[in-house]
């Protein structure tokens, strides 16, 4: 969602985005607040342009994101050299920022939330680039106790169908094959009696678009119209990203997920039972408050009985303004024995996606190059149907085809092989 947010500001602006903060004119930081260390790194790049901005005063500099949404007018006390604050669902007004501080040199914070022109500017798009993102929901509407979303990216605002159709042809028009629909809970997207499984068929039809993803689901808005589409529509990745957060019932309740175990997993098989190979990672938070050693070995028993493709784990971070902030100091997980759990799981999973990545030697998979290898340029780079990243030898014709690669090593992220003619 940030990287997607971050190529609008460069789309918002009439000028030539660079990495470069010497030659740059406007410097903006695009911010993350969903945990603590996020929100920190946001305050230690932005001190990075103190003497930059004392030494070049007609620079702009601005601070982007959540972290500006969730703090305000006391970053322009904190930071004196910052020239504006710009909440997430402010990109559309950025222009009229610049121009207001070049004319008047007045610092602004921008942080309204009912902004109309919510989804105007396309994300900058990188020629050449054969992925990319299209924001369909903005907010969220789900109040899981540990969570600043929906205090910093307000309220679920569903795209029009039309809209989310129209940017993704023109992506497709530009060279994009795979599209990704992006919301905070994509899968609750509906609009006018159309639901996230006929916005699936919909985009199912635009001609030249070869794979269809979606980031991230929510458990619950999981429906057998969702489900049929993924069967139904042959562009569909067969890779769901499915946040469990916890296997212990207490604390699904506690952080108000809205499901039990049970439910999870039994979703995982009526998802399993229409598409038989699909590859499901997740989201897990360790040491939410009151999490007991049994509560966590009901989650490494829930890792044990999905074995999930992938999982990103946290651990718990309060948030001002959440629920799970307010449990008292006897209440939260001691730090350590909370790190030796996430160690326990990451070493766990870490085990899953070695074996299932060797689980596909020998395979042919079907991958969509992307680019040159970061690694080594002699090899091209894709990923997999099921989202793994292959790496195989080729030239650059073939960036933006699908090809055919039969996998010969599985490592512990990425797998390599050789291009089958
Ligand atoms: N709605 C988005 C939210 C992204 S946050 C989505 O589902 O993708 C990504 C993950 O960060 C969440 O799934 C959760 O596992 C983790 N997370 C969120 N708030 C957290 C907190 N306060 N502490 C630790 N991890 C958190």
């Given at each position: 969602?940030?990287?997607?947010d971050?190529?609008?500001i ?18 903006i ?19 990075k ?9 007609d620079k ?22 910052i ?32 902004i109309?022109?919510?989804?105007e ?29 929906p205090?910093?990216r ?11 159709l ?7 028009n ?10 905070q809970t ?17 985009a199912?039809e635009?001609?030249?678009?070869e ?41 699904l309740?506690?952080m ?15 998802l399993?039972d229409?598409?038989p ?15 007991t050693?049994q ?12 074995e ?25 997980v ?5 790190s ?6 990451q ?15 020998g395979?042919i ?27 195989f ?9 699908t090809?055919?690669?039969k ?12 291009l089958?003619?």
């Open positions: 969602m940030n990287e997607y971050s190529d609008r460069k789309n918002a602006l009439d000028a030539e985005p660079t990495d470069d903060p010497k030659k740059a004119d406007i410097i930081i695009n911010t993350c607040a969903i945990r603590e260390k996020a929100d920190q790194k946001a305050f230690s790049s932005l001190g342009f103190k003497s930059l901005k004392a030494n070049n005063p702009i500099v601005g601070i982007a994101g959540c972290v500006a949404q969730l703090y305000g007018e006391k970053l322009l006390k904190r930071m004196p050299h020239d504006f604050v710009l909440g997430p669902r402010a990109i559309p007004k950025l222009p009229d920022i610049i121009s207001n501080i070049e004319r008047e040199k007045r610092r602004t914070v921008e942080t309204s939330y009912d109309e022109e919510l989804f500017i396309e994300p900058y798009h990188k020629e050449g680039k054969v992925t990319g993102f299209v924001s369909v929901q903005q907010g969220c509407n789900k109040r899981c106790t540990y969570c600043i979303v205090q910093v307000g309220n679920e605002v569903n795209r029009p169908l039309k809209d989310i129209t940017e993704t042809t023109n992506l497709v530009k060279g994009v094959r795979e599209i990704t629909f992006i919301g994509v899968n609750s997207w509906k609009e006018n009696g159309y639901k996230f499984g006929d916005l699936i068929r919909a199912g635009v001609e030249n678009l794979r269809i993803r979606f980031t991230t689901s929510y458990p619950r808005d999981i429906t057998k119209r969702m489900i049929d589409a993924m069967k139904d529509v042959p562009q569909v990745c067969h890779h769901l990203h499915l946040p469990v957060q916890s296997g212990s019932d207490k604390v309740s506690m108000k997920r809205t499901y039990t175990r049970q439910w999870y997993t039994d979703t995982i098989s009526r399993k229409a598409v190979d699909l590859s499901v990672s997740t989201d897990i938070i360790i040491g939410f408050p009151g999490e050693g509560d966590f070995e009901e989650t490494m028993s829930l890792m044990k009985e999905v999930f493709e992938s999982s990103y784990s946290f651990k718990f971070s309060p948030r001002p303004g959440t629920a799970a902030a307010e449990y008292s100091a006897e209440e939260m001691d730090p350590q024995i909370a030796a759990r996430l160690s326990e799981l070493a766990f999973q870490k085990d899953i996606t070695e074996k299932k990545n060797l689980s596909r030697v395979l998979e079907k991958v969509l190059v992307e680019g040159e290898s970061r690694n080594d340029p002699n090899f091209l780079s894709g990923r997999t149907d099921h989202n793994r990243i292959l790496n030898k080729g030239t650059k014709e073939l960036v933006g085809k090809v055919k690669v996998v010969s090593e599985g490592l512990l992220n990425s797998l390599r092989g050789e089958v003619v």
